[in-house]
């Protein structure tokens, strides 16, 4: 698969700040997947500062909190 415009990513990005707990985590676990993908991964370096804050409400909203991390160490992983 090949994601030939990465400006659509930005779409995805955007839904992390939606007021719906389902569709941030559905978000973030697609964030996952697509950052698997190096070019979509250096996109989603812009996301990383709200996916650390989401990553440390482990009170509030456990499940995002730990897919958050998952989304993270999958942004910054280096080959």
């Known amino acids: 698969m090949q994601i030939y415009d990465l400006d659509k990513l930005n ?3 955007m839904l ?3 007021v719906e707990e389902q569709t941030r985590l559905n978000t973030i676990q697609l ?3 697509v950052a ?3 070019p979509a991964r250096e996109k989603f370096k812009q ?3 709200k996916l ?3 990553a440390r409400q482990t009170a509030d909203a456990p499940l ?3 897919h958050a991390q998952v989304a993270i160490d999958v942004i910054t992983w280096v080959p």
């Open 16 to 18: 992390l700040y939606d």
């Open 36 to 38: 698997e993908y190096p």
């Open 64 to 66: 995002i909190a730990q």
């Open 31 to 33: 964030i996952s997947m």
């Open 47 to 49: 996301a990383l500062e």
């Open 11 to 13: 779409t995805i990005i």
């Open 52 to 54: 650390q804050e989401m």
